[in-house]
Every structure is written in C-alpha cells, then in structure tokens.
C-alpha cells in the first residue's frame, strides 16, 4: 500500500538535501508551493501520473519511493548515495 505520509516525508528531505525551499521546489516540479506543502505533510492525493512526474523530474526511480523495504532513513541514505554517484534509486 502507498503511504501518503512517507511519501511527504521522503520528498520533503530530499528538497532540504537539495537545499530548496519550498517555493523553488515546486516550480521545479511543475506544481504550486501550496501543493508541495500538503504533499509533504501527507495532506494530497496523488496520482500515479503525479508520482512519475515528481520522480521524473527528480531523476528518481518510482520504485524508490512505492516500495516497502527500509525506512524513510534508510532511504534517504540510499538516495543520499545516489546524489555522490553510487547510482542506487536514480535513473540512468
């Protein structure tokens, strides 16, 4: 099952890892701050559409976010790991 709130959770540290607020982040993603908001705090429905656009846009891979394995650290670690080029969780 999709978690709303891991997801917010997820997205919301990898704009703080990015060093974006808010603003600049959902101008990147095509979508308004307030979106972005409720999306962080589990508020928003999304769309699978949604999700890949956000994950496009992220050069993440969906499944990164859809699956089940690890907590929220342990894939912010991973993705962390991706940002200096260990290439786990992105797209290629």
């Given amino acids: 099952m999709f978690d709303l709130k891991e ?3 997820l997205l919301q540290r990898i704009r703080k890892k990015r060093k974006m ?13 307030s979106y972005i908001s409720r999306v962080e ?5 999304l769309s699978m559409q949604a999700i890949e656009n956000v994950t496009k ?8 976010f ?5 907590t929220v650290r342990n894939k912010i670690k991973r993705y962390s790991k991706a940002m200096r080029g260990e290439n786990y969780g992105t797209t290629s």
Avoid: M
């Fill in 7 to 9: 997801f917010g959770r």
């Fill in 21 to 33: 607020s808010q603003i600049e982040f959902a101008q990147l993603l095509g979508y308004t701050a």
């Fill in 41 to 45: 705090r589990g508020k928003a429905n």
């Fill in 57 to 64: 846009k992220l050069n993440i891979k969906v499944r990164f």
């Fill in 66 to 70: 859809l699956n089940n394995n690890g």
